[in-house]
């Protein structure tokens, strides 16, 4: 019933900057907090950033804290990531998820998915 939508993605070099987008669609909308996650090839999904259904509270990992920057516009139904000075690690597919409870930077407690965004640093 709800779907998630991301965009933004794409190559950039090395110090570059990418601001992804998640649009959540659907009849109903009771996601009351947002999280971001991230898939490099042959790893596990990691935590990135969440924040909560106010936009008042976030949480980052500590490797892009200082240079990602999360926030959300509820009149859009949308969450954003700003991704500055981005490195080589930070390759990886990017995923925002939703929960219908509070953040949290387990993946297996959000209720929402969505089919992910590639974002590839060129070193």
């Known amino acids: 019933q709800v779907q998630l939508v991301e965009s933004g993605g794409g190559l950039v070099p090395a110090g570059g900057s990418l601001r992804l987008s998640c649009v959540a669609s659907g009849r109903t909308f009771v996601t009351y907090a947002m999280g971001w996650f991230r898939q490099a090839p042959g790893k596990e999904r990691e935590f990135v950033a969440h924040i909560n259904w106010s936009g008042d509270s976030t949480h980052y990992a500590d490797s892009v804290k200082g240079r990602f920057t999360i926030s959300r516009d509820n009149a859009k139904n949308t969450v954003y990531l700003l991704m500055n000075s981005l490195k080589p690690e930070d390759t990886a597919v990017y995923y925002c998820?939703?929960?219908?409870?509070?953040?949290?930077?387990?993946?297996?407690?959000?209720?929402?998915w969505g089919r992910g965004t590639q974002v590839t640093v060129s070193s």
């Open positions: 998820a939703g929960t219908i409870t509070i953040a949290t930077i387990f993946a297996s407690e959000y209720d929402y």
